[in-house]
């Protein structure tokens, strides 16, 4: 049985604590947030506590805290040579202070508060700096998912960036989406169907393949009808620029 | 029992023929198609005719031609007074030949040859041009769809237009996702349970109350490391302009 310690209480952390308070491998030991009223809901379930020089012994401390902040708190731990890792997907492994063993624990994901996540289909990308740390990390990550692979700071430092297209900046299509149909009287509820096959399609085939639409056709007379159609100048500049990527790729 | 005659053999004709083919509410009287090859395997199944003259009488007649087409193959239909749909998101109705009584049956979803399709989850767009049209057409559409909806030709222009962007855009997007992630040697498939989560995050919550990330928060640190990361220039101009339209949204 591997023991941990949860450092922090945003999304991450509480997801974390959820999928570990579920796994028969890994048992929480405590969880510290420095403002106790956020994970105090806990307290009959797991040991809390707000005070970092109270934080118990454990095989794994796992910060899952805002990214600015791991530095800081990995630096006030007041002990040494433990194994200390945190859950970011953009700071590196040598920004934890260097006193204790260090790691990355990155699950590529998106959290909210109120939705829940199959861990189980949660990649979770590793690395440690000391390989002999990595078959503990390794265990800790099976207990809860399914999907984990070994990822240097480089690479993790691709995913993350990879994330904010595949995630932020397409959910920000789905809102222009949402901004033309409304504009028009349309219903955004009937471009779901699409927007979960389009997910749906790279699952099997590559972004390549999966392309289809005016663009890739170069169907000049479409897309000028669309470039009418748009009133909005920043709506008018994200299409010029997609579809001149989509030209690039199918080599228009 | 309405009856249908099928004109062009492109995805959406396919897919069309399959749906209601497993319908007991439409049975499929013809399909057409100027070569008779790419039709000839369903010949013990349906009539099949290359000859425009040739066509039978239905109640429907479904246009599934690419959209450069259609004004003229309706013009070359021998007959009038008769109801012809065309499939289009994002030609007229008026761009039928006015000689028949006209309107649009259009499915809101991505075909491609292998790929099975739920017909059943495809949201239809339906538009007639006579009012008396409408009900008939609605019973096809019912006939293989539950979501069916009225939508007129400004609506229509609008979801295929977004469309565009929730699907094409989207797919650049996790393309790009795949460019990056291969540069430094990382997997893209670990980015596929992200892909899925987002896209079904706004099936229940809009987009705007799905967004996160470092340019919702307007995380200046994160944005920089990121663009300093990107060394593909066009890559880095879709960061930005996806950076700046969600910081837009968000009032950032």
Redesign the interface.
């Known amino acids: 049985m591997i023991s941990v310690v949860i450092l922090g209480a945003g999304n991450v952390a509480h997801h974390l604590y959820k999928a570990f308070s579920s796994s028969e491998k890994v048992t929480i030991k405590q969880w510290y947030n420095r403002s106790l009223s956020t994970i105090e809901s806990f307290k009959n379930e797991v040991d809390i506590t707000d005070d970092i020089n109270n934080l118990v012994q454990a095989d794994i401390y796992l910060i899952a805290v805002s990214?600015?902040a791991i530095g800081e708190l990995s630096s006030q731990l007041p002990f040494e040579n433990r194994f200390v890792v945190h859950t970011s997907g953009?700071v590196s492994a040598y920004d934890l202070d260097k006193k204790n063993r260090r790691g990355v624990f990155y699950p590529?994901?998106?959290f909210?508060k109120s939705?829940t996540?199959d861990f189980s289909?949660?990649?979770i990308?590793l690395e440690t700096l000391m390989r002999k740390d990595y078959s503990q990390l390794k265990e800790v990550a099976t207990a809860i998912s399914s999907?984990t692979?070994r990822?240097n700071s480089?690479?993790?430092?691709?995913?993350h960036?990879?994330?904010?297209?595949?995630?932020?900046?397409?959910?920000?299509?789905?809102?222009?989406?949402?901004e033309?149909?409304e504009?028009?009287?349309?219903?955004?509820d009937?471009?779901?169907?699409?927007?979960?096959?389009?997910?749906?399609?790279?699952?099997e085939h590559?972004?390549?393949k999966?392309?289809?639409?005016?663009?890739?056709r170069n169907?000049k007379?479409?897309i000028k009808?669309?470039l009418k159609?748009?009133d909005n100048d920043?709506h008018k500049?994200?299409?010029k620029?997609?579809t001149s990527?989509?030209k690039?790729?199918h080599g228009r």
Chains 1, 2 share one sequence.
């Open positions: 990214d600015d953009s590529l994901q998106t909210s939705a996540v289909q949660v990649p990308c999907i692979k990822v480089d690479q993790r430092a691709a995913l960036l990879a994330a904010v297209f595949v995630n932020n900046f397409t959910n920000q299509l789905y809102r222009v989406a949402h033309i149909t504009s028009q009287g349309a219903e955004f009937l471009l779901k169907p699409l927007i979960l096959e389009t997910a749906n399609k790279v699952q590559s972004p390549y999966a392309q289809t639409g005016p663009a890739k169907d007379k479409t009808r669309h159609l748009l920043h500049e994200l299409y620029l997609l990527s989509i690039n790729t």
